[in-house]
């Protein structure tokens, strides 16, 4: 079993920035990417970052490519999302997940088993 614990949501203005933060713990070393996405209210869940962990490749949709970093760091089973010129657009409940399951047509193969409870980002204009 695999528990994700996110932590540093918060509230900040448009342009400011967040890092998020994504504790693992339990047998994550067969996992094969680690991930993080998003959901507004009324709005269907989007993946924002992926890495895969075998590479360090990282995917981001056009959405937030060029503001948003991925990050993870193997020796301390985290993972991060570095947010920055955050938009209003960008407030919604932020998940941290571990993908095992490969997936054919998702970046990497990555499906995402297991996922975190949330933390909340609010961006104001």
Known sequence: QVQLVESGGGSVQ????????????????????????RQAP?????????????TGSTYYPDSVKGRFTISKDNAKNTAAL????????DTAMY????????VVGRPFGC???????????????
Do not use: H
Not at 15 to 36: D, F, K, T
Not at 42 to 54: D, N, P
Not at 95 to 102: E, F, K, S
Not at 111 to 125: A, E, N, P, R
């Open 14 to 37: 448009a342009g400011g920035s967040l890092r998020l933060s994504c504790a693992a713990s339990g047998y994550i070393y067969n996992s094969r990417c680690m991930g993080w996405f």
């Open 42 to 54: 009324g709005k269907e869940r989007e993946e924002v970052a992926s890495i895969y962990i075998g």
């Open 82 to 89: 570095q947010m920055n010129s955050l938009k209003p657009e």
């Open 95 to 102: 998940y941290c997940a571990a993908a095992r399951t490969v």
């Open 111 to 125: 499906g995402f088993d297991y996922w975190g409870q949330g933390t909340q980002v609010t961006v104001s204009s």
